[in-house]
């Protein structure tokens, strides 16, 4: 069978038959050994990287755009008028843009591919006995793997054991209900669909457990299949690179309608045909923004690798851009504003309290003062042990042993452990024969043991639930009904300790004759347990940078109101007048038609407590429909569909189940708040970034085209010749807008409110600046000529030079006319940017040597302009300068009129919706 990597009908037979053949057991699963020699001969558990763009097809997309047909339609018509140093320099700009674009699509490419490496599926395995989390390509036949609820199968596997287990096989078979498993035999000619003790790679486990031998793994597996036949991925361009390329794409029209104009104006004019020819050809080449995209993807691809460093990994592109226009964010508690790590500190036992006191091994038990022992004290020694009964935990051996599951859990564990009741002994007394999982609805989960002839069920779960559940109590002096008035009593104690924070988890048991009653039923209350859950450090600075964003938050959680209300102070939400609200509420509101009472209900909540899983999803439509852009985190496979529906779906990394990470647009690696904010901050910095170039580039190519068109229109010498033009578009365009598109940005950028999603890539008062700073560079460059031809009387050759160093200067000091209106003009996001100053050195270097080296100069139809040239052309650049700063100084004196007044706040917040 190994060289196959497949086994013939593995649901029609045995589990046992199946793991003899592979020669495993399902109690030892296979040795470390064995697992590599089984890797060496089946490959590494993964499908063909289908994803991979090959660089041959990074490479041809390069050529599949009309704007390198244009060039090479303008290098074709320059060679055929004769002018081969035109042809040779629209096929550098050619191969030139064409590398560039190619080599930054080919990184961007290779960093999504890297980072979807990094949210690789782990998965639990059974090797050498022991239960071990490793990366899912490391799997083999024959390896037994557990599953859990929100577990992404990672191998086609037949079940060896079953509880409760239901997948979601709508990948496979479009079936979208999650299907039952079990890990009986079936007939050999069940159809895929119905092959119900098989757990398929891809499909997700969406409730119960499980433990299955893996049988096929990589391309052997049934998904391996499907996705040989469907090899071809289309990789879909964000909105942006679509937004950007529609913009290109439009210009490209105008130019080309443009340049046609210029050339017939001037042969009219009585310039020779092959010249005004050449020119048009050289306008349509110099007015195109071929940087837009590559510069677009490459800021994107850098904004990625910027969030991936500070623990954000982005699934997709566009997420980096929608991040930025966030307006609220519902963030679970959880793990996410808290630590996720816990501890018990107290139960809350039917006639007493009992105070955990110190940590670990030095943990001590006492109620009234008195210290207790745990192993004399029934009422305490039978909530110790259901905490380590009705557990999904796993700890490994040894001081230094792995721990895997839900701290919550964890922490029953290791309360028990301190107090003497071990896993391993009670696990031999009571021995497991069931597992009811964690249900989310009903917020409790179950187990059955087989005990002196008899079952024990052990429930823990939300104390409201369980209370509800119970009948009995477990007294001090043995189990007694419950009376009529116990519940409110356990109600309010349970209310006090969530006003100060705790988490409070009820258990609860019962003993009876058979292992298939309903586990939530005629329970018996033992107590409660209490839980700390400390607040995360950088959590309260984390949630004043999203306010002083404008940016609201909202809790959103399982937990008790109180403890979440305790929690949300603490952190900083609502502050003195916090309102919570409870997830039940909001069965009367239909996020389809929000009217203004469930508006301002919702504008007022700032915590959702005991929120069931498709409650989320509501809230999330609720706060959209109300107009917000929603940043959602969210770990549980129940999350899912919100995570799905929100703007920004964010998942936890180590918390998070695989179905929440794949559902997500965005995974943090270290479950923190405060990486929300920081890659906020990088979405609003890459979206600024990526309009400041649009601007700089479009009123650049703006003014090359007015500089020729008008002087020609006007009856003047032309005063920038094809090959410049081609020369100036290379060294201004490309350097300066790369630098831009680099910026880190700065912390003015969290003071602001978040962008209109729906506001243009270039609104109106861009477009005003565009053509504003594209005439002022024009009118300085032609009266820059106008000057040196009739004024210091040079010859046209020498005041085309001229009119070049204005174009060229004034184009590279344009660069600080893109700065934010509210920065200083010393002191900003612009010149605190290196990257400028780079480019600018470069560029003028690079300037310098055109004009100054004979060579090139001779060329290019430079010859020196004299000293007085060179300082016209000096002075003149400064214009577009100085006017571009009038204008930055007015709009910024015409925001400032109109905030006046205001808090700013209260600014932020009156215009952030709902
Ligand atoms: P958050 O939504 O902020 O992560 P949460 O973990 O409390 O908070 P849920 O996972 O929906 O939210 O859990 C809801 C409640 O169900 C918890 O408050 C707890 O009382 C109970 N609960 C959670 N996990 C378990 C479990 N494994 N076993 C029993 N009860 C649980």
Redesign the pocket.
């Known amino acids: 069978m190994e060289s196959t990597g497949r086994l013939e009908a593995p649901y029609a037979r045995d589990a046992e038959e199946i793991a003899g053949e592979l020669e495993t057991r399902p109690s030892r699963g296979l040795s470390s050994k064995e697992a590599s020699r089984r890797r060496q001969v089946h490959g590494p558990n993964q499908l063909r990287g289908h994803e991979t763009r090959s660089a041959l097809a990074i490479l041809a997309h390069q050529f599949a755009s009309i704007i390198v047909w244009l060039l090479c339609a303008a290098a074709v018509m320059s060679l055929v008028l004769g002018d081969v140093a035109d042809a040779v320099a629209i096929a550098v700009v050619l191969i030139l843009n064409g590398a560039i674009g190619f080599f930054t699509e080919l990184r961007a490419a290779r960093s999504m591919e890297a980072l979807s490496r990094i949210t690789k599926v782990r998965t639990r395995v059974r090797r050498e006995s022991q239960v071990k989390e490793v990366d899912a390509r490391g799997l083999v036949p024959g390896d037994i793997v557990v599953l859990d609820a929100g577990d992404i199968v990672a191998a086609d596997m037949r079940l060896v054991s079953a509880s409760n287990i239901y997948c979601d096989e709508s990948l496979l078979t479009g079936e979208s209900a999650p299907v039952a498993k079990h890990a009986s035999k079936i007939a050999a000619d069940t159809s895929l669909a119905e092959r119900a003790n098989m757990a398929f790679s891809g499909t997700a486990v969406t409730q119960g457990l499980a433990e299955g031998i893996v049988v096929a793994t990589g391309m052997a597996t049934e998904l391996g299949h499907i996705s040989a036949l469907a090899e071809e991925a289309v990789s879909e361009a964000s909105p942006l690179e679509k937004r950007l390329d529609k913009l290109g794409h439009k210009l490209v029209w105008l130019t080309l309608a443009l340049a046609a104009l210029t050339s017939v104006t001037g042969i009219m004019w009585g310039h020779s045909t092959p010249e005004m020819i050449k020119t048009g050809v050289a306008l349509a080449v110099a007015a195109i923004p071929e940087g837009l995209p590559v510069v677009a993807t490459l800021c994107l691809a850098r904004g990625m690798w910027r969030m991936a460093a500070r623990n954000a990994l982005v699934n997709q592109l566009s997420s980096v851009e929608t991040l930025g226009a966030t307006t609220l964010i519902l963030t ?5 504003l808290t630590e996720n790590r816990m501890t018990a500190v107290g139960y809350i036992l039917a006639d007493r309290d009992i105070d955990v006191l110190g940590e670990g091994e030095n943990a001590r038990f006492s109620a009234d003062d008195r210290e207790l022992d745990p192993a004399e004290t029934e009422d305490l020694n039978w909530a110790l042990r259901i905490g380590v009964l ?1 557990n ?1 935990a796993e700890v490994g051996s040894g001081d230094a042993g792995t721990r895997i599951g ?1 701290p ?2 964890l922490a029953l564990l290791a309360i028990a452990t301190n107090a003497g009741v071990t896993r391993s002994s009670l696990r031999k007394e009571f021995k497991e024969v069931k597992q009811y999982a ?1 249900d ?1 609805s009903r ?3 179950a187990t059955v043991h087989a005990h002196e002839g008899q079952f024990v069920y052990a429930v ?4 409201e639930s369980v209370i509800e559940a119970s009948d009995k109590l477990f007294s001090k002096d043995g189990v007694r009904e419950m009376s009529e008035r116990d519940p409110d009593g356990w109600h309010a104690r349970n209310g006090r300790a969530a006003r100060s924070g705790q ?3 009820a258990l609860a048991m019962k003993t009876a004759n058979s292992d298939a009653e309903d586990p939530y039923g005629g329970l018996t209350l033992v107590g409660l347990v209490c839980l700390l859950d400390p607040l995360r450090e950088d959590v309260p600075a984390a949630i004043r940078a999203s306010q002083d964003a404008g940016v609201r938050v909202v ?6 109101a109180d403890t ?1 209300a305790k929690i949300a102070r603490d952190a900083g939400l609502g502050t003195d007048d916090l309102k919570v609200m409870a997830g039940r509420d909001l069965a009367e509101f239909d996020p389809e038609t929000p009217d203004e009472a469930m508006r301002k209900r919702l504008r007022e909540t700032d915590v959702f407590a ?4 498709d409650t989320k999803l509501k809230l999330v439509s609720l706060f959209q429909h109300s107009g917000h852009v929603v940043a959602m985190t969210g ?2 496979v129940n999350d899912a569909p919100a995570l799905k529906k929100a703007d920004i779906g964010i998942a936890m990394g180590l918390r998070g189940t695989q179905v929440a990470r794949e559902a997500a647009d965005i995974v943090l690696k270290d479950d923190a708040f405060a990486t929300i904010i920081a890659a906020m901050r990088q979405g609003r910095v890459i979206f600024e970034n990526i309009r400041k170039f649009v601007v700089y580039l479009m009123s650049c190519n703006l003014s090359e085209v007015l500089v020729v068109g008008i002087a020609v229109g006007i009856g003047l010498p032309v005063p920038l010749l094809p090959l410049q033009i081609l020369f100036l578009n290379l060294v201004t365009d490309v350097f300066p807008a790369f630098a831009l598109g680099l910026g880190k940005g700065d912390d003015e950028i969290m003071r602001q409110p978040p962008r209109d999603p729906h506001e243009p890539m270039v609104d109106a008062p861009r477009w005003w600046l565009i053509g504003l700073l594209g005439a002022a560079i024009t009118l300085a460059t032609l009266a820059a000529f106008a000057l040196a031809l009739f004024q210091l009387d040079l010859d046209p050759g020498k005041a085309v030079t001229v009119a070049f160093l204005t174009l060229a200067l004034a184009q590279l000091w344009n660069v600080f006319n893109v700065r934010r209106p509210s920065m200083k003009f010393f002191v900003n996001e612009i010149t605190r940017n290196p990257y400028v100053w780079g480019a600018l050195v470069l560029c003028l270097g690079l300037i310098a040597f055109a004009v100054g080296n004979p060579g090139l100069s001779s060329v290019l139809g430079l010859p020196s302009p004299g000293p007085q040239g060179l300082f016209l052309a000096c002075t003149m650049s400064f214009l577009p300068l100085a006017v571009g700063q009038v204008f930055v100084l007015m709009s910024h004196l015409r925001t400032a009129e109109r905030v006046a007044g205001r808090k700013p706040h209260a600014t932020l917040r009156s215009q952030a919706p709902g």
Do not use: N, Q, S
């Open positions: 679970d508690k959880t793990g996410t009705c999904t839900d919550m859990e964690f989310p917020k409790m989960m823990k779960g939300a104390p988490r409070l988890l809790m959103m959680t399982g937990d008790h979440a005991r929120v069931a899983p770990d549980g």
